[in-house]
């Protein structure tokens, strides 16, 4: 079964500084997905960013983009000029490509504060 | 555009007690799933269903119970509630991989969650 860490349990920055979440996973598949999702406190959960890993370009989404090192199964998520707005729950998740019904595996999350 | 309703928003129940959280998406999506997220948790699995007709356990299923009634509806129920179950509830719903919508901004929506106590 696969596995994602979030070491950072808590991260505080201040307003337009640029900050990095780390993920790391742990899969035996060598096609699958990967997921950054945001959870603010109205609890929603929103779609960050994705990387299939079948790619070895970068993705980049407006101020986020990620840092996918395949062979360390690393997957963090770089936020450039912090929002207030970008304050919430950060959760990275897997899912395999053959088994695309069987949900996603999220890491525990990292909580972000951006300081004004 | 509704998506991904969750019914009830909050419930508390006492120990023992029953009761079904319902889920209805109208995306037309084959895959429908039940998580729970507990503090310092990412979402866990409880159950799935890839297609009409069929379910099958995820990652934590012990104590809950599913049912896709039909292609839009994917029912969770406590038949006995104890207070290990005080958790976040999300439904989410999904085209598999390879499905239109898996690759489009949210391969797979959430439900805005339950949040059942139980005392």
């Known amino acids: 079964a696969q596995t994602v860490t979030q070491s950072q349990p808590e991260m505080s920055v201040q307003e337009a500084e640029t900050v990095t979440l780390s993920c790391t996973y742990d899969?035996?598949?060598?096609?699958?997905?990967l997921f950054w999702y945001k959870q603010p406190p109205s609890r929603q959960m929103i779609l960050v960013i994705r990387?299939?890993?079948?790619?070895?370009q970068n993705a980049t989404e407006n101020r986020f983009s990620v840092n996918f090192q395949k062979a360390a199964k690393s997957f963090s998520l770089k936020i450039s000029d912090s929002q207030l707005g970008d304050t919430a729950m950060y959760f990275c998740a897997f899912i395999e490509s053959g088994g695309g019904a069987d949900g996603l595996t999220f890491g525990k999350g990292t909580h972000l504060i951006i300081q004004p | 555009n509704a998506g991904v309703t969750q019914t009830p928003k909050f419930q508390v129940l006492k120990t023992g007690q029953s009761m079904t959280l319902q889920c209805a998406q109208d995306?037309?999506?084959?895959?429908m799933y039940w998580y729970r997220q507990d503090p310092g948790m990412g979402l866990r699995l409880i159950y799935y269903s890839a297609s009409e007709g069929t379910t099958d356990k995820g990652e934590v299923p012990n104590g809950y119970n599913v049912s896709r009634l039909n292609k839009r509806e994917f029912s969770l129920r406590l038949e006995s509630a104890a207070p290990s179950q005080t958790s976040v509830y999300f439904c989410?719903?999904?085209?598999?991989?390879?499905?239109?919508?898996?690759?489009?901004?949210?391969?797979?929506?959430f439900g805005d969650g339950t949040r059942l106590s139980i005392l």
């Open positions: 990387q299939e890993a079948y790619k070895q």
């Open positions: 899969t035996s598949e060598s096609n699958y997905y």
């Open positions: 989410a719903s999904s085209d598999p991989l390879g499905g239109a919508s898996f690759y489009s901004n949210q391969p797979q929506h």
């Open positions: 995306m037309n999506h084959n895959s």
